[in-house]
């Protein structure tokens, strides 16, 4: 999907919308967007992600203040009906893997695959990592606590990803042309697959990195979400809000992120903001 026609879902451009310089709420692509509530009371949620044919958010959260016990749950999207997730030791990772329409789920001790009809999730073979992300591009991809190490799961059995064996990563996430993207204490970084070579992209403080439905790449910080746009070689800021925890991208282009005690969903209003903050930077 080319990246127009992406920036189309949050521009909404048929809508007839009123300029305002005064705009000081949050604003994505000169919009105006309010916050809508999905879920309260939850405490840090992290790893969101999105089973497009279901509607379903997954997530983690945190079942302490000290943030030492963590927990998996979903929620639906169209009903807001929440439920917690059974099986897991330590649930943390969330991916869901579009194309066998499969859920996983990553604990202390592995990944596990999650049963709708059960509620339960099964530890699935050949993986038994403290697993702090998952990613899914053909694979599974996910990340080692507190090793930083990336893997690469299939056939039943995992190993470490070739390209990465040279250095550390919390969060790794593949674009469609199977660039690996990856962060770490240092920043955020890329390998670029056809040279074989790794960019720095900056000192970003990434919580979260996610795919959309075409798989186009998204990330937080704790101070916004960004996308990264591989055809014109630039990171580009989409908002600032303070106290990010996760980002994820719905079908229809909404923004869903998680805040220190919520998960919203930003909204599209009919006011346009003139906007004057700088919001990308050049990859390479």
């Known amino acids: 999907m080319k990246i127009l026609g992406l920036f189309v879902l949050f521009a909404y451009s048929v809508v007839a919308r009123v300029i305002d310089e005064t705009c000081d709420e949050v604003i994505v692509h000169n919009i105006h967007h309010n916050k809508e509530i999905i879920k309260e009371g939850i405490n840090s949620a992290y790893q969101l992600a999105i089973d497009y044919d279901r509607n379903m958010l997954f997530f983690s959260y945190s079942k302490d203040d000290a943030g030492s016990m963590f927990s998996s749950a979903y929620i639906n999207l ?163 809000i303070d106290n990010i925890y996760g980002v994820v991208v719905e079908k229809d282009g909404n923004i869903i992120y998680a805040s220190q005690d919520s998960i919203v969903r930003l909204k599209p209003s009919k006011t346009n903001c003139v906007v004057n903050e700088k919001r990308s930077v050049d990859v390479i």
């Open 78 to 240: 169209k009903t807001n009906e929440y439920k917690e997730i059974e099986g897991i030791n330590g649930g943390f990772a969330n991916a869901v893997d579009g194309q066998t329409k499969t859920v996983y789920l990553g604990g202390n001790d592995g990944i596990y695959k999650f049963d709708y009809e059960t509620g339960k999730a099964t530890h699935i073979d050949g993986v038994n990592d403290n697993t702090w992300q998952i990613f899914i591009k053909k694979d599974i991809y996910y990340t080692t606590y507190p090793d930083e190490y990336v893997y690469v799961y299939k056939n039943g059995q995992s190993q470490r990803v070739p390209e990465m064996l040279e250095t550390k990563a919390m969060l790794v996430a593949l674009d469609n042309n199977d660039n690996i993207y990856f962060s770490n204490s240092s920043g955020l970084f890329v390998h670029k697959k056809v040279k074989n070579y790794v960019v720095f992209l900056g000192e970003y403080n990434l919580n979260s990195i996610t795919n959309d439905i075409n798989g186009n790449l998204f990330f937080s910080t704790p101070k916004g979400v960004y996308f990264i746009d591989d055809e014109s070689k630039q990171v580009k800021k989409l908002v600032s």
